[in-house]
């Protein structure tokens, strides 16, 4: 399995760069913050969703509703958070993919996207919170933060060159499950969730099984045909080899679990269809 089958307009859409002035939450007071803005944050994201891993999200309900107006309230009391003095691996891991998966939200709402990410060219640096005193884009808090300032590939600079002060959030070290908790509205993403820090391990445990042993892979002839989120983050899960120890690692069929230890790994194309429906209406024909 090589990189080289992530499609090329899933690479092309991600290197497209776009406004990197717009803020979604330059509006309200950041003063008026929660005492516990991840806590509070938390609980308004889940009112979003539902508890519990979600495959489709409902973005006409959730444009419309009390929780949404809710949570664009308190996302403007980011503004006012100094993100350097959360502490602790689980606190700071669950906090960014939490931030990550809500923004996802809030920016397919904001930009009114019908069908597919790609037709807000740039989604991934447009879709930015001001925290403190940084701007933080989907991508600078993915690839920055999460992934430790790995650029996207590897010919490319890391998100935070040298002397950036947001250099300072980048998590010491990366955890590939956050693979399996990150979702970017797309039907190739897992589903999406959000997760407490006293529980991290064991949710992101969980969240790396449910997307392994269902959408992750299949058997396709003699091959086995992963998720491209395989793919595409093969060197984070440590290369070919690496990828196959995750899978053992988590799925549950003895034979497929035979099938995966010998046979060669393929990956599948990227669906970019939205995962449900934009406030012009739900459950839209995929048109990416």
Not at 48 to 75: E, K, M, N
Request: charged share 20%; proline share 7%.
């Amino acid at each position: 399995m090589t990189r080289g089958h992530v499609d090329v307009a899933l690479l092309r859409f991600l290197r497209t760069r776009g406004d990197e002035t717009v803020v979604l939450n330059a509006a309200g007071d950041p003063a008026a913050a929660e005492p516990d803005l991840a806590g509070a944050l938390l609980v308004a994201a889940r009112a979003l969703v539902g508890d519990g891993a979600q495959d489709t999200v409902s973005y006409s309900r959730i444009a419309q509703s009390p929780a949404f107006a809710r949570y664009r309230h308190l996302a403007a009391g980011l503004r006012g958070l100094d993100p350097a003095a959360i502490e602790g691996r689980r606190t700071r891991t669950a906090f960014w993919i939490n931030l990550y998966n809500a923004l996802v939200i809030d920016a397919v709402i904001t930009f009114g996207v019908c069908r597919s990410i790609r037709e807000s060219p740039g989604f991934f640096q447009r879709a930015a919170y001001q925290v403190g005193p940084y701007r933080l884009a989907l991508d600078e808090i993915e690839h920055g933060v999460l992934r430790g300032n790995k650029p996207l590939f590897a010919r490319l600079p890391p998100p935070f060159a040298a002397g950036d002060p947001r250099a300072v959030l980048r998590l010491e070290r990366l955890d590939p499950r956050i693979h399996f908790a990150l979702n970017c509205a797309t039907r190739s993403c897992p589903p999406v969730a959000f997760y407490d820090a006293a529980r991290l391990d064991a949710q992101l445990d969980a969240a790396a099984a449910a997307f392994i042993n269902t959408e992750g892979l299949h058997v396709e002839d003699d091959a086995v045909v992963l998720s491209p989120l395989f793919s595409f983050y093969q060197e984070d899960f440590g290369g070919e080899a690496g990828v196959r120890d995750w899978l053992l690692r988590y799925l549950v069929d003895p034979p497929l679990r035979a099938r995966v230890a010998r046979a060669p790994l393929d990956s599948s194309q990227y669906d970019w269809a939205l995962n449900g429906g934009t406030q012009h209406g739900d459950d839209l024909p995929a048109n990416p």
